[in-house]
C-alpha cells in the first residue's frame, strides 16, 4: 500500500461555529468568500437575503467550476434567476448550511478542484 502526504490549503477550514470560522490558524467573525488560494473579508453581504447576482459577479471572474453558498444555520431556496445566472456561465452552484458548505469546500480543495465558498456565519 502506497502512502503519499496529503497537502493541505492554508485555507483548510479547521472549525466552525455561529458566528466564527477558523480558516487555518486564524479565526475570523464576518461572512466570507473563500477561493482555493484566497480570503475575501468585508464582502458586503450581511444575510442569505442579500445574495444576488451583482453580488455574485466578482465571483465569476476567478470562473470557479462550483460556487458552494453556505447560507447559515437555517437551509433557504436560492434565488432561481441567480442558479440559472451561474448556469449560463457553466458555473456550478449548490447552496446547504454553513457547516455542511465548510465540510464540501475542505474535501473539493483537497481534490485540486476549483472551488469558491460564500459563508455566512449567523
Sequence with gaps: MKFTQSKHSTLT???????????GDEKITENVILFRDEVKR??????????NERMIENLVVKQPEIIIFGCGFKPIIPPQNLIFFLARKGIGFECMDTRAACRTFN???????????????N
Design 13 to 23: 477550514i479547521r472549525q466552525i461555529s455561529k458566528g466564527e470560522i477558523w480558516i
Design 42 to 51: 468585508d464582502i458586503g453581504l450581511i444575510g442569505s437575503a442579500d445574495l
Design 107 to 121: 474535501i473539493l480543495i483537497s481534490e485540486d478542484r476549483d472551488a469558491a465558498a460564500i459563508l455566512i456565519l
